[in-house]
């Protein structure tokens, strides 16, 4: 049982296979300085995200790549590791890197569902070990995370490379370069299938790297949805050394030219069939709604928010809640996630407080964006700059940060 960074560093120096790390549910341990950490080979690092309302422990780093060196914040140091569910283990790969740029993981135990809810910021596989079912001489099966804000350097929410078969289901996407790529090596190969890819693309969902002359041996895409039209959803970079399919997906792409553009040079060992495009009717999400009390007055303010009228399209409970606050400097700033929440504003500015909620199934909403306006006090002016990020791509309408001067 951990709580902290010097306890969770030496619980990996020492911790053998079989044994389970367990970080506390209420644990919050930066490892900004500390990364590139090894889960030992049959050691399970596991909290209680998703056991009643618990969140789960969060291990969290802002640590960037060091030139084109991609420094992990944890990594598996041997076979038989395991990121766990309530219901099932998800092992992870030998020598595998999981690699955070302005990350954080929510170590999860949670029941399996389409969604997932388990947080997980950015994660790769390498020289992956074999899982029951599976061909090959390697297999991992990252589920129920939430690799997101990994849109700076390397960008990856999930990269696969050497032996084997990686599996990737049932993961919540969200602020990547990349959701998941995997590398151009004739022996790397992933199934995708059962994701949810949402709105916050810096560049398209799923990547392939490769040449003409090769790309990966098997690349399977079956049963996600993509959220964002404004991108490509998956783009094959080659001709796959076994093959790649791509069947069964909801995207909200208006066709199959707009979601999977076909490489120039790329013509054989793929197919593309069975999906379907276009948005989702509304009725097929929960509807997040939320009001604000008061939407506008005098730095600081502390105003009262309440999202107990949102719902469930098919008719299901609302099981969970976040709320994203947006006004700090931090990449993912504050967070609440109750019905009820309750936040004070320190700073002038016009601000657009977010909130998802998601069914029992964990399907998430659509984001809703409150308003809300902190004058300045005592009758000052106040001068505000939206800042658009640098990256390439659109990430069109998301100007998250404000800098406010004062003058009387």
Known sequence: ???????????????????????????????????????????????????????????????????????PMLKTGGAGCALPGCACVDHLPRSATITLIKSRLRMLSAPTTPAGSGQLRALGLEQVGRLPGQGGRGGAHPSQLYPSHTALGFGYGVWVSGGGMAVIEANLLDFCRHHVASGAQADSSFEARYNICLDHDVWHSFDRHGDPAHAGNKTLIHHNEFRNPDLPAIVLRGNPVGEARFHDNWFAHANQAAAI??????????????????????????????????????????????????????????????????????????????????????????????????????????????????????????????????????LKGYYRKQSCSTEK
């Not at 911790?15 to 889960?39: F, K, L, P, W």
Request: a neutral charge.
């Open 261 to 394: 553009p076909i490489r120039k040079g790329v013509t054989k060992n793929f197919s593309i069939g069975m999906n379907h495009f276009g948005p989702l009717p509304e009725s097929s999400y929960p509807t997040a709604r939320a009001t604000a009390t008061p939407t506008s007055g005098p730095a600081p303010l502390t105003v009262e928010f309440d999202a107990s009228a949102s719902s469930d399209g098919p008719g299901g409970p609302i099981a969970s809640y976040l709320w994203s606050f947006n006004d700090t400097p931090d990449a993912v700033g504050p967070e609440a996630h109750q019905a009820k929440a309750r936040y004070t504003f320190r700073d002038p500015g016009r601000y657009h407080v977010g909130l998802r909620v998601a069914n029992a199934q964990g399907i998430p909403s659509r984001t809703l964006l409150v308003p809300v306006t902190i004058n300045p006090p005592r009758g000052d002016c106040v001068l505000s700059a939206w800042i658009k990020d640098s990256y390439y791509g659109p």
């Open 1 to 71: 049982m951990v709580s902290t960074r010097q306890e969770l560093l030496e619980a990996l120096g020492r911790a053998q296979s079989g044994q389970i790390i367990y970080v506390r549910d209420d644990a919050v341990i930066e490892m900004t300085g500390a990364d590139d950490q090894a889960i030992p080979g049959g050691v399970t690092l596991a909290s209680g995200r998703g056991c009643g309302e618990s969140l789960g422990g969060l291990i969290h780093s802002t640590s960037l790549t060091d030139g084109l060196k991609c420094i």
